[in-house]
């Protein structure tokens, strides 16, 4: 276990030079206080949990204090936000305080966001509010527990800062690790403002450090890139199995690493709704539920643009063709999984596609149905949940097909079937009127419903006793609430 001071730096990136970001200071918050920390994420850097009580620790991760060795740099890059290419985007409001390294030898970049203005700021302010942030904490740390990749957070840090969005609110640092914050929009920077060696350089950098098994192929870059199309339909499978809606798939808030990333105002789903549009500013729906598998491959093409110095059009056309199988593959198999099956049969994939008809047109809870699914045996688990639905009739025909597909799928008993489905179907999930509740407690400068529902999230498939308010479907007044975009 390490003190804070402990902490060993290795700022991979910093070293790459002003072409790829620009020293600034973190500007400090007032009177900053510890809202909430992950133990688990601690453990990351082998921190002692303890720390984060100390005064020390909110010093530093509200930016009154820097390590000796940190070397604080906001990136450069660029993207495409909505479907249009933005010349000038950066890191306006976060900063890459450096590189640590833990036992194990990998690496963490930790990201401070909220920290005050930088070059790439344009027109904001360079802060973050605590609502945001808390939500960002949320997020990062209940994806990771559901099995699916995202970067994570060490804590947020409150303070007094008035910051000014639709009202005036506080602002609030959060600390993010991540193995790397390269976007598809570094690419995209590089290739643009036409600094072909530049661009290699970031090649190289992300092929060594992020892709080394790569560097052993005949093509090392096309390689990496077949790798980012593989996370990619892997991440964004989990996403739709799990019902997370992202809300923002611009190329700058795409990881290379194939992580969640940029938190904005995305949401879990409550009912099950394929058309659900979690940002209220995405009039059109470009990243509705449903659209995040097409959009995973428009970005990736927009990836591939950038990267036409580097590998042929052709050799990057067959990459992108693996994403739809990839995905698909991915996909069933999760909703396998989560109906309880461990055998592969052809009309799995109707079986999948009718149930989430018959929830959509039922508005069913997406996350209880499929626990609720793995309770007790499939027949008497279909007779108890059958009242949910309003077409009964077409769910009895579900219901018929599905207890006789579980019944040729495996010799194993009920029981058995039972665990394995509540060991992949969450209890709880980060609904957004939890994050709301938590919120709006916080706000008030009580920290405790934070801390309480971050615990809970850390164990999303454990019935967790006296934690059953955490398991409820959403009140009216949670139903469809609409999450600010401003952060
Ligand atoms: P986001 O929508 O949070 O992914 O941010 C898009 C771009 O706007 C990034 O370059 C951010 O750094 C920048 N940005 C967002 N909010 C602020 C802010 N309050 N101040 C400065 N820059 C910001
Ligand atoms: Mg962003």
């Not at 305080?97 to 401070?112: I, K, M, P, S, T």
């Not at 904490?137 to 995202?150: D, K, N, Q, R, T």
């Amino acid at each position: 276990m390490k003190a804070l001071d402990e902490l060993t730096f290795d700022n991979r990136f910093a070293r790459l030079g002003d072409a790829f970001s620009t020293h600034v200071l973190p500007e400090p918050l007032d009177e900053p206080r510890l809202v909430v920390a992950s133990n688990a994420a601690m453990a990351l850097l082998d921190l002692d949990p303890a720390v984060a009580e100390t005064p020390v620790f909110a010093e530093l991760f509200s930016g009154h204090k820097l390590w000796a060795e940190a070397q604080p740099r906001a990136m450069v890059y660029s993207g495409h936000q909505f479907g249009s290419y933005n010349p000038q985007l950066g890191d306006g409001r976060g900063l890459l305080l450096g590189e640590v390294y833990n036992e194990a030898f990998e690496h963490w970049d930790l990201h401070l966001k909220g920290a005050g203005q930088t070059p790439y700021s344009r027109m904001g302010d360079g802060r973050a509010v605590l609502r945001s942030s808390i939500r960002e904490f949320l997020a990062s740390e209940a994806l990771h527990a559901l099995g699916i990749p995202s970067s994570r957070a060490l804590c947020v840090i409150g303070s007094s800062t008035p910051v000014w969005r639709e009202k005036q609110e506080r602002g609030a640092m959060v600390l993010r690790l991540a193995h790397s914050h390269i976007r598809f929009g570094h690419f995209e920077y590089f290739y643009y403002t036409k600094k072909p060696e530049q661009q290699k350089e970031l090649a190289e950098h992300v092929l060594s450090l992020h892709f080394p098994e790569c560097m052993e192929q005949p093509e090392p870059y096309l390689a990496m890139f077949r790798e980012i199309v593989e996370r990619n339909a892997e991440l964004i499978a989990k996403w739709q199995a799990y019902g997370f809606c992202h809300g923002v798939m611009n190329t700058d808030n795409m990881s290379i690493l194939g992580i969640t990333f940029d938190f904005g105002p995305f949401a879990f789903l409550d009912d099950f709704d394929a058309h659900f549009i979690c940002n209220h500013s995405d009039h059109e729906g470009r990243y509705s539920f449903s659209n995040q598998v097409p959009i995973g491959q428009w970005n990736l093409s927009a990836l591939a643009q950038a990267l036409t110095p580097f590998i042929s059009v052709e050799a990057l056309k067959e990459a992108l063709g693996l994403y739809l199988p990839l995905y698909q593959a991915n996909y069933l198999d999760l909703m396998r999984r989560r109906l309880g099956l461990t055998t592969a049969e052809d009309d799995d994939q109707k079986l999948v596609e009718r149930l989430l008809q018959l929830m959509q047109n039922s508005a069913v809870d997406y996350t209880l149905f499929f626990r609720r699914l793995g309770d007790e045996s499939a027949a008497l688990a279909v007779a108890r949940l059958r009242d949910d639905f309003v077409d009964i009739a077409g769910f009895d025909a579900w219901a018929e097909q599905y207890t006789a597909r579980v019944a040729r799928d495996s010799d194993d008993n009920e029981e058995q079937r039972c665990e394995r489905m509540h060991a992949v179907n969450p209890l709880y999930i980060l609904r957004n009127y939890l994050a709301q509740n938590a919120i709006t407690a916080a706000e008030s400068g009580d920290y405790s419903e934070v801390r309480r529902l971050h615990e809970v999230l850390t164990r999303p498939f454990e019935e967790q006793p006296g934690m059953e308010q955490y398991a409820q479907r959403p009140p009216d007044w949670g139903k469809h609430l609409e999450i600010s975009c401003s952060s």
